[in-house]
């Protein structure tokens, strides 16, 4: 036997869709705002992941222009009808409204990693779908929203038959399973076959700390299904676990018959303000049994995520994953771009090799044109730095390092110019506003590194002067780039990366080099 650790998939890596084809696993989480649209890791013993690349062609048009923070991709589910790799998932374009304005793709593929067939558009009635292959016919789940006055945003979970050519639904949405308006409210449905059941897994409760995953079965795909009374897997009730949120969940068996659910957790830090999670939801996975009465259970009995959990060894050493993409972008993970992917009019690397080229696009609060290059934080210790060499002339070009949650959220601190001389300018930014809060002057024409620590949810910045770093302000408040801030619903994670920014005609460019993110 091993033992995985989780989070198996560290940082923002949310929802995640398990599958198992042969003797690999694979992987598929939410990008909201993001680009790489779906990132899709793989593991042939459930203990060591990789990045294996993402649904290319994801979006209609390549872009998410105009789509606020947390929206875009949700939720997307994996399956593999025997042939050929399956996604279906929604894309998001308005949240905290009574209508989910979304539409429902779905695209197929030989690969995971690559070749995804152009999105077909299908009828679907809320986000969070998952698509279900059985005995030749295919089956779309779904969420019902009432978006009516009065009516249940979460208002059951709908079953519609597709035809596997078309994609055409076969009839109208059947409602299979639906909770009292007083009830946790139930989504993310994933349904599986087995011993003349049909199993219906469900997220439960949001995506906060109240959340979980629920069971419930029918003889009968259309149901009616019975609920278990016990959550599957919920932290709901021990706020001192080290996995909170825990739920969103999908069941896998392994080739010697073993059970696995995949799901998402969080790990908070303790603050003033309560626990947050700044490196967002992510993904891990637990041991499951089959009790006397064949409803599934954790292995270690209860409902309470583990952090260790024994997998048996893998088999079949000889045998070959799909290939990873190689059609990824000059830019490609880990570096992840808001709402479009990078491209050589704002991301250049040819230009000065050994350096990236940014042109400053639009400012640190635009839901269109920024020029931002990311990657994901995955510790809740780490550092990072950059050198930036540019030429500000006016307060209205700036560039530097960011540590990013979204256009309401972050830190930076950006080389610009600053009451007739150049300088590092340190910005927080929270749903209150944006401040100053240092200023830093340094020689004009000179190359700069800045950098920045992260230790818990604290973070200090600073620049390098020869061998010795020198703060530039004092300590901020790296919570406030988390899920839990802010007083919204917000589902990503905290990044570090590069940005630069023109707000008069998007000319200014900066470069930058030895971009290091240690954790």
């Known amino acids: 036997m091993r033992v995985l650790r989780n989070p198996v998939i560290r940082g923002f890596a949310p929802d995640p869709s398990l599958i198992r084809v042969g003797e690999w696993y694979y992987v598929a989480t939410s ?9 899709i890791h793989r593991s042939r013993d459930l203990v060591s992941w990789e990045y294996a690349g993402h649904v290319r062609g994801a979006v209609p048009g390549g872009s998410l222009n105009g789509v606020p923070d947390s929206g875009g991709i949700w939720a997307p589910a994996l ?7 399956w996604v279906v998932y929604a894309i998001v374009r308005s949240v905290m409204t009574p209508y989910f304005n979304l539409e429902v793709y779905v695209s197929t593929a030989a690969s995971p990693g690559g070749g995804w067939s152009t999105p077909r558009r299908v009828s679907g009635t809320g986000f969070d779908p998952s698509l279900f292959h059985h005995d030749g016919r295919l089956w779309l789940l779904n ?6 006055p009065g009516g249940n945003r979460f208002d059951g979970i709908v079953l519609t038959e597709l035809d596997r050519d078309t994609l055409a ?6 409602l299979i399973l639906r909770r009292d308006p007083g009830d946790r409210l139930i989504e993310g449905p994933k349904l599986l076959f087995r011993d003349g059941w049909f199993y219906l897994v469900l997220a439960e409760g949001g995506t906060g700390f109240e959340h979980g995953v629920l069971v419930a079965r029918s003889r009968d795909i259309a149901g009616p299904y019975e609920l278990h009374d016990k959550p599957l897997l919920t932290s709901r009730d021990d706020p001192t676990l080290a996995l909170q949120k825990a739920g969103h969940g999908e069941l896998v068996q392994t080739p010697d018959g073993n059970w696995f659910l995949g799901h998402l957790a969080s790990r908070p830090v303790r603050t003033v303000h309560g626990p947050r999670c700044m490196l967002g939801r992510e993904t891990a996975i637990q041991a499951i049994l089959w009790d006397a009465d064949g409803w599934p259970r954790l292995r270690q009995g209860g409902w309470h995520a583990a952090v260790d959990v024994e997998v048996p060894e893998a088999v079949g050493a000889d045998s070959q994953p799909s290939a990873i993409d190689t059609a990824e ?6 570096w992840s771009t808001l709402r479009g992917y990078p491209d050589a009019s704002w991301a250049d690397t040819t230009s000065r090799p050994g350096w990236i080229r940014l042109r400053g696009r639009h400012g640190p609060e635009s839901l269109w044109d920024q020029s931002l290059l990311a990657q994901r934080i995955t510790e809740h210790q780490a550092g990072v730095e950059a050198t930036v060499d540019a030429q500000p002339t006016t307060f209205t070009q700036a560039a530097g390092l ?9 830190l930076s601190l950006d080389l610009t110019w600053h009451e007739g001389r150049t300088a590092l300018v340190l910005t927080a930014r929270n749903p209150d506003g944006a401040r100053v809060e240092a200023v830093h002057a340094v020689p004009p024409g000179e190359p700069v590194t800045a ?7 604290a973070a200090r910045f600073w620049t390098r002067d020869g061998d010795r770093e020198v ?3 004092g300590t901020l408040d790296f919570s406030d780039l988390s899920d839990d801030a802010g007083g919204k619903l917000r589902f990503t994670g905290a990044f570090a990366g590069i940005r630069a920014h023109d707000l008069v005609d998007g000319t200014f460019t900066a470069d930058f080099r030895g971009f290091r993110l240690r954790t």
Not at 31 to 39: L, V
Not at 143 to 148: A, E, I, K, P, T
């Open 31 to 39: 990008s909201f705002e993001w680009f790489p649209t779906i990132p």
């Open 79 to 85: 399956s593999w009808d025997g042939e050929r790799f």
């Open 143 to 148: 969420l019902r929203n009432d978006h009516r």
């Open 169 to 174: 639904p076969l009839g109208p949405p059947r």
């Open 329 to 334: 972008p000059d830019l490609a993970w880990p």
């Open 402 to 410: 960011v540590l990013w949650y979204n256009t309401e959220a972050y």
């Open 451 to 457: 950098g920045a620590t992260i230790d818990g949810a």
């Open 471 to 473: 703060p530039v302000g």
